[in-house]
């Protein structure tokens, strides 16, 4: 009986103590779905994570100057407000009602997958470094534009069979295969197309490559151009003058420089390095301002500050003729044959023989700058001349009239550098002084301006690759660089720096492949900038005289 009487009180604690465990389980349930739902804000402030709640709050909103103070930090976290059950029960508090979840599925109904597919790469570097791949002429930027182009064939069917070049912008190649259709196509081709050796690959070919891939791997690749940014020789050059409005620097055709230095003019070999002086005109009180060689290297002509013009023979060492007829320097010079030109600080322009007699020679006098002449070239064909002067002008004249029959007046300053195109017939290409800075494009032709490009700095002096449609130009104030540059597109391929004062002086080597320049910090630089190879891409038009035979 006692047994059966403990049995029945064992039985009621232990329902009592289970009823009391499960209310209690379900008070914490409670609890907690009113402290995360009622109030989520303050949710986290419970317990022993209040504490680092409340530090990132004072360092992360407030700055790093605002901090707790310890009575503060000793204060018990406040509990969060309780809201009545009933609350809870009608805003459907429950675990299922909660919109959470770990996965983001974006949409990419709108995606065009040829431009994605394009600046993947860019966009996972900074814009210095694509500025450095855009520059880059390694091989390994080569490989890395065939391995994209490669995959646009495979992937997006771009159909390139070609290597883009790395140097320019491909963009534009990339824009031409945008397409509204699906981003894979399937089909069944069941017309078989007999094999050529020249346009399919083999239909015993393992490869899993398109034909487009095929041909893009066998397009042969272009040979990196890599310019020195250092000069190969440099030489001491003590008194070249810093004036802009002088020419004292050329190469003749027998690869011998002649320089002005003051009042002696020198040659140096580019064969075996030999200098020797040519003329000293200190004797006479007088200085040098200008030198230019024949087109056969043979004379050489020095113009003097008195106005003097002087004719040696460069192998002999002796001077054959002296022409006068300048009241002022003679600060430019130009051959055309027998004849030469010289433009002084008078405003005339003379043309003379040289072959006869200085008494006897019958001059032609050209008037049309009203100020300085700086700059003298005769086009390739011998026809007409080129002048520019300090009044901002660059006239055009023939071999037979005195007046000049073109007339350009869009530079805002001195026009010194001129050049005429050796590949395009009737191009002519001026620069202007520190006022202007901008590279001009003439058609000569027509009469009509073609280009023109800011420099950013003064012009001083132009000259036209002999192989490929580039040409260089030396800038004076306020960069003092040397730029190459690629016509038509007027991008440049090569900035050369190293003089210290402004680049006044420029000549071209005979085989065309290297130039040098002077500066005002005496000295002078030898470049390697253009190719030896003649370019694939000049113009073969039917009205251009030097490439058909009439």
């Given at each position: 009986m006692r047994e059966s009487r403990e049995r029945c009180v064992s039985r009621t604690v232990y329902a009592a103590s289970a009823q009391t465990l499960h209310q209690t389980n379900r008070a914490?349930?409670?609890?907690?779905?009113?402290?995360?739902?009622?109030?989520?804000?303050?949710?986290?402030?419970?317990?022993?994570?209040?504490g680092v709640s409340r530090g990132l709050g004072a360092h992360g909103e407030h700055g790093p100057g605002v901090r707790e103070t310890a009575a503060e930090a000793d204060k018990p976290p406040e509990p969060p407000p309780r809201e009545p059950l009933s609350k809870c029960v009608s805003a459907k508090c429950s675990p299922v009602s909660v919109k959470s979840g770990d996965r983001f599925i974006p949409t990419r109904a709108g995606s065009n997958w040829s431009i994605n597919f394009h600046y993947a790469n860019e966009n996972c570097r900074s814009p210095s470094q694509n500025h450095k791949a855009k520059d880059a002429s390694s091989d390994t930027s080569k490989d890395t534009v065939a391995y994209a182009a490669l995959l646009r064939n495979e992937l997006?069917?771009?159909?390139?069979?070609?290597?883009?070049?790395?140097?320019?912008?491909?963009?534009?190649?990339?824009?031409?295969?945008?397409?509204?259709?699906?981003?894979?196509?399937?089909?069944?081709?069941?017309?078989?197309?007999?094999?050529?050796?020249?346009?399919?690959?083999?239909?015993?070919?393992?490869?899993?490559?398109?034909?487009?891939?095929?041909?893009?791997?066998?397009?042969?690749?272009?040979?990196?151009?890599?310019?020195?940014?250092?000069?190969?020789?440099?030489?001491?050059?003590?008194?070249?003058?810093?004036?802009?409005?002088?020419?004292?620097?050329?190469?003749?055709?027998?690869?011998?420089?002649?320089?002005?230095?003051?009042?002696?003019?020198?040659?140096?070999?580019?064969?075996?390095?030999?200098?020797?002086r040519l003329c000293d005109l200190s004797v006479d009180g007088d200085s040098v301002t200008s030198v230019c060689w024949n087109e056969r290297g043979s004379l050489v002509a020095v113009g003097t500050h008195k106005g003097y013009v002087q004719i040696w023979d460069a192998a002999g060492g002796r001077k054959l003729t002296t022409l006068e007829g300048h009241s002022a320097r003679v600060g430019a010079l130009a051959w055309n044959g027998e004849q030469l030109s010289s433009g002084s600080r008078d405003r005339v322009i003379l043309q003379r023989d040289v072959r006869t007699p200085p008494t006897n020679s019958a001059e032609r006098r050209l008037q049309g700058h009203r100020q300085e002449v700086c700059g003298l070239?005769?086009?390739?064909?011998?026809?007409?001349?080129?002048?520019?002067?300090?009044?901002?002008?660059?006239?055009?004249?023939?071999?037979?009239?005195?007046?000049?029959?073109?007339?350009?007046?869009?530079?805002?300053?001195?026009?010194?550098?001129?050049?005429?195109?050796?590949?395009?017939?009737?191009?002519?290409?001026?620069?202007?002084?520190?006022?202007?800075?901008?590279?001009?494009?003439?058609?000569?032709?027509?009469?009509?301006?073609?280009?023109?490009?800011?420099?950013?700095?003064?012009?001083?002096?132009?000259?036209?690759?002999?192989?490929?449609?580039?040409?260089?130009?030396?800038?004076?104030?306020?960069?003092?660089?040397?730029?190459?540059?690629?016509?038509?597109?007027?991008?440049?391929?090569a900035k050369l720096t190293g003089h210290s004062y402004r680049v006044l002086y420029l000549a071209v080597s005979p085989d065309g492949e290297a130039i040098v320049t002077g500066a005002g910090d005496e000295t002078l630089r030898f470049w390697n900038v253009f190719n030896k190879t003649r370019c694939t891409k000049e113009s073969k038009s039917v009205l251009n005289l030097f490439t058909r035979i009439r």
């Open positions: 914490d349930r409670i609890l907690c779905l009113l402290i995360s739902h009622g109030n989520p804000e303050r949710g986290s402030s419970v317990g022993g994570s209040g997006l069917g771009a159909g390139i069979e070609t290597v883009p070049d790395p140097h320019t912008d491909d963009r534009h190649h990339t824009m031409l295969f945008q397409d509204s259709h699906s981003l894979f196509k399937y089909a069944v081709h069941t017309k078989r197309v007999p094999f050529n050796s020249n346009d399919e690959i083999s239909p015993y070919s393992l490869s899993p490559l398109s034909n487009k891939s095929h041909k893009l791997l066998r397009s042969p690749r272009k040979p990196a151009r890599k310019i020195s940014k250092i000069p190969f020789k440099v030489l001491d050059a003590p008194e070249l003058q810093d004036d802009f409005y002088l020419n004292l620097v050329d190469w003749s055709a027998g690869n011998l420089l002649s320089v002005g230095l003051g009042a002696c003019v020198y040659l140096w070999s580019a064969c075996t390095s030999q200098v020797t070239k005769w086009s390739p064909d011998h026809q007409h001349l080129a002048s520019g002067g300090n009044d901002n002008k660059l006239l055009v004249w023939n071999s037979s009239s005195l007046l000049p029959v073109q007339q350009y007046s869009d530079h805002l300053a001195a026009v010194k550098a001129i050049a005429w195109s050796p590949h395009q017939h009737g191009l002519l290409a001026s620069g202007g002084g520190t006022a202007d800075r901008c590279l001009r494009f003439w058609n000569t032709l027509t009469g009509q301006a073609l280009q023109s490009t800011d420099t950013g700095s003064q012009v001083c002096n132009l000259a036209w690759s002999k192989h490929a449609n580039e040409l260089v130009s030396t800038h004076g104030y306020s960069q003092n660089q040397i730029l190459v540059w690629k016509y038509p597109s007027l991008t440049q391929v």
